[in-house]
């Protein structure tokens, strides 16, 4: 996110060039966000007023790989109390085998290559 306007009262305006994300921003004695457009809720953003030189490369580095400046970070696969309980009691076996293999196949979904072989 970057400043794009400063408003009457103090308060700075930044926006997301990538989603289109607007906040207000109030600063102290009376600190406050507003949210003038949602843009993309599911992505992270950061505040940068002035890249670095190691941010200018970083955002060099990612254009000329192709990987843009937001992606999507698929989530690990949700552990319900069976699994917890089985991981907390060092149970083996087939139920241990398929959260093991849950978890590999979302290591491999995100490009996680697991023990030096393929990760699913």
């Known amino acids: 996110m ?8 103090g308060a700075d305006e930044w926006s ?3 989603c289109g994300r607007r906040i207000v921003l109030r600063r102290p004695p009376d600190p ?18 002035e890249p670095t ?6 955002a060099e580095a990612a254009e000329r790989y192709g990987l843009g400046p937001v992606q999507e ?6 552990r319900g109390p069976a699994d917890a309980r089985e991981a907390q009691e060092g149970a ?4 241990a ?12 979904e995100i490009g996680i290559d697991w023990e030096g072989g393929a990760a699913a």
Not at 2 to 9: C, E, G, H, W
Not at 53 to 58: G, K, S
Not at 73 to 78: E, G, L, N, S
Request: glycine share 8%.
């Open 53 to 58: 030189a190691a941010e200018r490369a970083a």
């Open 73 to 78: 970070i698929p989530r690990p696969p949700a």
């Open 32 to 49: 406050g966000i507003t949210v003038l457009d949602a843009g993309d809720e599911s992505a992270v953003h950061i505040g940068i007023t």
């Open 16 to 18: 997301c060039p990538t």
């Open 97 to 108: 085998a398929a959260v093991d293999a849950r978890d590999r196949a979302w290591l491999a």
């Open 92 to 95: 083996a076996g087939r139920e």
């Open 2 to 9: 970057r400043p794009t306007a400063r408003l009457a009262d």
